[in-house]
């Protein structure tokens, strides 16, 4: 990986690639310190440091805890995108789009950044409403009525939308995936203020010198396991059957078939089930919020079975995993439509009927490594959980899916880095062969 980046930097293209997204995501950190008008953010990062907000927060790099102008950041994009392409699957004008090449891909992008600034504007709503609620997140100076709530909301628009547009530059001029840095970046901007914290807590005689190394070996073992069960696939071979073929009114000859295969990873979903859960799991905070004076029996009983970290929610959390990994699997992965695709081009699996028992054999095939998937995502959101309790370390936010972010976006840009080098690498072989007249112009 190392050698990579010593490489890129040696390509005057690739350096000033990289130079740009750096700078990019250096603006997006600057406006992270920016805090929306009107908010107390002093009071507001003390409430938000945990239950309602956690992976909110997380997401948003702690944006949300002090409610900058980017308090919302990549998230109203995220869900957009999420549903757009689950109703691409489902619905046929966006099917046919999808389907048409740049021209449906631009289209579909477009009602993609509609629909992230149609969301953004609720949740800014949602949150606005939220702070003027409580007098003690407003700021000096500032009346909690309805100018203030369109100033935030306001705000909090504009934030989306400059974010958006920062990480579609980064796609497009920079390296790797724009709006997946910006989430990466948000997450490990976290991590120096935490070991801060982390280390006193150690000065302190609060933990043990042996707590923080089993901590951080914890850590290392789940990196670990992340790159391994990310880059884990079942490669299912594919041949193409030969065609008979020749210059016309020439003689025919045999084109030979071509074998390949179709990947299938271990986790198709990524950390999208672990997201979902812990939204559908907001919904009980919301609950006892709303009936902590009107309802007391059941305010208590939430609090009682179903606060992160206790043993029903991490089961309930454990179930909900499961159901989401295999209702984003049997959307994203289609075996009747991967089969219809490989008959019409000719190909097949050695061994497999084509149609039906093509679609049932990579329906079976998806079926077990979304099992494997979704107890590879259960183990981590829960081993966090238990680590934290054991080691007592709770000011240093150990969290899977942070992890499973960083280190999946790390692989795919250090991917796409690899393969600008490869390119850049074969057109400078092609280049001297021209000069040195050993290839045709």
Same mark, same amino acid.
């Given at each position: 990986?190392?050698?990579? &980046?010593?490489?890129?930097?040696?390509?005057?293209?690739? !350096?000033?690639?990289?130079?740009?997204?750096?700078?990019?995501?250096?603006? @997006?950190?600057?406006?992270?310190?920016?805090?929306?008008?009107?908010?107390?953010?002093?009071?507001?990062?003390?409430?938000?440091?945990?239950?309602?907000?956690?992976?909110?927060?997380?997401?948003?790099?702690?944006?949300?805890?002090?409610?900058?102008?980017?308090?919302?950041?990549?998230?109203?994009?995220?869900?957009?995108?999420?549903?757009?392409?689950?109703?691409?699957?489902?619905?046929? +004008?966006?099917?046919?789009? /999808?389907?048409?090449?740049?021209?449906?891909?631009?289209?579909?992008?477009?009602?993609?950044?509609?629909? +992230?600034?149609?969301?953004?504007?609720?949740?800014?709503?949602?949150?606005?409403?939220?702070?003027?609620?409580?007098?003690?997140?407003?700021?000096?100076?500032?009346?909690?009525?309805?100018?203030?709530?369109?100033?935030?909301?306001?705000?909090?628009?504009?934030?989306?939308?400059?974010?958006?547009?920062?990480?579609?530059?980064?796609?497009?001029?920079?390296?790797?995936?724009?709006?997946?840095?910006?989430?990466?970046?948000?997450?490990?901007?976290?991590?120096?203020?935490?070991?801060? +914290?982390?280390?006193?807590?150690?000065?302190?005689?609060?933990? /043990?010198?042996?707590?923080?190394?089993?901590?951080?070996?914890?850590?290392?073992?789940?990196?670990?396991?992340?790159?391994?069960?990310?880059?884990?696939?079942?490669?299912?071979?594919?041949?193409?059957?030969?065609?008979?073929?020749?210059?016309?009114?020439?003689?025919?000859?045999?084109?030979?078939?071509?074998?390949?295969?179709?990947?299938?990873?271990?986790?198709?979903?990524?950390?999208?089930?672990?997201?979902?859960?812990?939204?559908?799991?907001?919904?009980?905070?919301?609950?006892?919020?709303?009936?902590?004076? !009107?309802?007391?029996?059941?305010?208590?009983?939430?609090?009682?079975?179903?606060?992160?970290?206790?043993?029903?929610?991490?089961?309930?959390?454990?179930?909900?995993? @499961?159901?989401?990994?295999?209702?984003?699997?049997?959307?994203?992965?289609?075996?009747?439509?991967?089969?219809?695709?490989?008959?019409?081009?000719?190909?097949?699996?050695?061994?497999?009927?084509?149609?039906?028992?093509?679609?049932?054999?990579?329906?079976?095939? /998806?079926?077990?490594?979304?099992?494997?998937?979704?107890?590879?995502?259960?183990?981590?959101?829960?081993?966090?959980?238990?680590?934290?309790?054991?080691?007592?370390?709770?000011? &240093?936010? @150990?969290?899977?899916?942070?992890?499973?972010?960083?280190?999946?976006?790390?692989?795919?840009?250090?991917?796409?880095?690899?393969?600008?080098?490869?390119?850049?690498?074969?057109?400078?072989?092609?280049?001297?062969?021209?000069?040195?007249?050993?290839?045709?112009?």
């Amino acid at each position: 990986m190392l050698r990579a &980046f010593r490489d890129a930097f040696r390509i005057p293209d690739l !350096r000033r690639k990289i130079v740009f997204t750096l700078l990019l995501l250096a603006v @997006f950190r600057l406006g992270s310190a920016i805090p929306t008008p009107g908010v107390n953010t002093a009071a507001l990062q003390q409430a938000t440091s945990g239950g309602l907000f956690g992976l909110i927060s997380l997401i948003s790099g702690g944006n949300l805890s002090q409610f900058s102008i980017f308090a919302l950041g990549v998230l109203p994009y995220i869900t957009a995108s999420i549903v757009i392409q689950l109703l691409t699957t489902t619905v046929p +004008a966006l099917e046919k789009l /999808s389907k048409e090449g740049e021209e449906g891909r631009k289209k579909i992008n477009q009602y993609t950044r509609y629909a +992230a600034i149609a969301l953004g504007a609720a949740q800014a709503l949602f949150f606005s409403l939220y702070i003027t609620s409580n007098p003690q997140f407003i700021a000096v100076g500032w009346d909690p009525g309805p100018f203030t709530v369109v100033v935030m909301v306001l705000t909090q628009v504009a934030g989306i939308a400059l974010t958006m547009w920062i990480g579609e530059r980064i796609t497009e001029v920079g390296v790797g995936n724009g709006i997946s840095l910006i989430i990466t970046a948000g997450i490990i901007a976290r991590y120096p203020q935490e070991i801060a +914290a982390t280390g006193q807590l150690f000065r302190t005689d609060q933990v /043990s010198l042996l707590q923080i190394v089993a901590f951080i070996a914890v850590i290392l073992a789940t990196i670990a396991g992340i790159v391994y069960v990310y880059q884990g696939e079942r490669r299912v071979p594919v041949t193409y059957a030969r065609a008979r073929g020749g210059a016309p009114g020439g003689a025919a000859r045999n084109l030979g078939g071509q074998a390949t295969w179709l990947p299938i990873k271990v986790n198709q979903a990524g950390v999208i089930p672990v997201i979902f859960a812990s939204a559908m799991l907001i919904i009980p905070n919301l609950i006892a919020s709303a009936t902590a004076t !009107r309802a007391p029996e059941v305010n208590a009983f939430i609090q009682t079975y179903l606060t992160a970290g206790s043993p029903w929610y991490i089961v309930l959390e454990a179930l909900l995993i @499961f159901g989401f990994t295999y209702l984003y699997n049997s959307v994203q992965f289609d075996p009747r439509r991967i089969s219809e695709q490989l008959r019409e081009s000719g190909g097949f699996i050695p061994g497999v009927r084509p149609g039906t028992p093509t679609a049932e054999f990579l329906g079976s095939i /998806s079926g077990r490594l979304s099992l494997w998937g979704a107890i590879f995502l259960v183990v981590l959101t829960v081993v966090p959980q238990v680590v934290q309790r054991l080691t007592g370390i709770t000011t &240093f936010q @150990f969290s899977g899916t942070g992890l499973l972010i960083i280190v999946g976006v790390a692989l795919e840009t250090l991917k796409q880095l690899e393969a600008q080098l490869t390119v850049r690498r074969y057109d400078g072989f092609i280049s001297k062969g021209r000069i040195r007249g050993r290839l045709p112009n």
